[in-house]
């Protein structure tokens, strides 16, 4: 069974950064593209950032220049670099497979807040 562990959230105020990882387990990892979502209270969860096996890189429009998605396949973790961080931006931030047909159960996720 896949296990999805994020890591490296906080409490940072608005404008600092933060550096998020996601550990899968297996090959889970190697054959999936793989996003970071977030959820906020009361809110949907959205897909912010992704990438595919080869390194090709898209963002949600609210985060471009600004989160930079990255992964290690030898050490099967995806990372999250987020700047500028913005106080709308509290979430739990989740990683997952980008394609619903290959996800994962969602992991525990890691609390971003931002203050003002």
């Known amino acids: 069974q896949v296990q999805l562990v994020e890591s490296g959230g906080g409490l940072v105020q608005a404008g600092g950064s933060l550096r998020l990882s996601c550990q899968a387990s297996?090959?889970?990892?190697?054959?999936?593209?793989m996003g970071w979502y977030r959820q906020a209270p009361g809110k949907q969860r959205e897909l912010v950032a992704d990438?595919?096996?080869?390194?090709?890189?898209n963002y949600a429009d609210s985060v471009k220049g600004r989160f930079t998605i990255s992964r290690d396949n030898a050490k099967n973790t995806v990372y999250l670099q987020l700047n500028s961080l913005k106080p709308e931006e509290t979430a739990v931030y989740y990683c997952?497979?980008?394609?619903?047909?290959?996800?994962?159960?969602w992991g525990q996720g890691t609390q971003v807040t931002v203050s003002s």
């Open positions: 997952n497979a980008v394609y619903i047909d290959r996800r994962a159960g």
């Open positions: 297996g090959t889970f990892f190697s054959f999936n593209a």
């Open positions: 990438i595919t096996t080869g390194g090709s890189t």
